[in-house]
């Protein structure tokens, strides 16, 4: 790794062997200095979590396309993690999370493991971008990866300080169909769980959580009402969660002790 040249980390939270990774690092490769730490298994909807509790193991593994990363037994923030906290020769200027099978937007973010690694690295000092292709099912990541390589420059050439934390989320189109960009706030989704019950052959009772797959509001300026008008949506978001119109509201309990 040469010194002065920017590095960027990739990470995900469907596993070094995603597709969407690999696309990833066939575009981001070709304008940086590239480094993977990704999870050696699939970790979708894992949230922010850390391993604290048991050593993390990083040995290196091919991606999908032989390209070479390093894969990690922990999250994805602990990818994020033990690249910022010295596990590299040197420290990553910048984290890309994903792309992600599925879109990540509203309160998914609370859930996604994608974004969570993104977080990760601005915890850490660092610009983090989670991006995401807006299909569970397509496996076109190539036009996602071309415009995250596109991001990557233009924030690589100027720098933001505080560092920037970006949720983007492409729509599973041709490059032809997609009507431009969008700056967004997050939107609202609607979740359609619901609780499976089933016994196992001892007669124990266990559980899944299933359902149809989530819907959201279709509003203007949000995520999902970019990504609705077939646009690419980006979204600015930082980690102070301090939700300053309710200030007041609890000020006004009067509260004593």
Not at 142 to 164: G, H, M, Q, Y
Not at 194 to 202: C, E, W
């Amino acid at each position: 790794m040469s010194d002065g040249a920017p590095l960027v980390l990739l990470a995900n939270d469907d596993g070094i062997a995603a597709p969407g990774i690999a696309a990833l690092y066939e575009q981001i490769s070709q304008i940086a200095e590239t480094v993977v730490i990704a999870p050696e298994r699939n970790w979708s909807a894992s949230g922010h979590s850390k391993t604290m509790h048991k050593p993390l193991r990083l040995y290196q593994a091919p991606l999908m396309n032989g390209a070479m990363g390093w894969a990690c037994s922990g999250s994805p923030s602990d990818c994020v993690a033990v690249a910022l906290l010295g596990a590299l020769e040197r420290r990553p200027t910048m984290v890309i999370s994903g792309i992600n099978q599925g879109a990540n937007v509203a309160q998914d973010l609370t859930y996604s493991g994608t974004v969570s690694a993104a977080m990760e690295a601005v915890i850490g000092g660092v610009p983090g971008i989670a991006i995401s292709l807006n299909s569970y099912t397509s496996t076109r990541f190539d036009i996602a990866a071309e415009f995250a390589a596109l991001l990557t420059k233009r924030l690589l050439s100027e720098p933001n300080e505080p560092p920037l934390l970006l949720n983007v989320n492409v729509p599973a189109l041709e490059r032809d169909e997609i009507n431009g960009i969008e700056i967004t706030r997050l939107g609202r989704r609607i979740y359609r769980d619901a609780l499976i019950k089933r016994v196992d052959p001892r007669g124990r009772p266990y559980f899944w959580i299933g359902g149809e797959e989530p819907d959201g509001v279709i509003e203007d300026k949000t995520d999902i009402g970019a990504l609705a008008n077939q646009r690419i949506s980006i979204t600015p978001l930082h980690l102070d969660m301090t939700d300053v119109e309710n200030l007041q509201t609890v000020a006004d309990l009067k509260l004593d002790w």
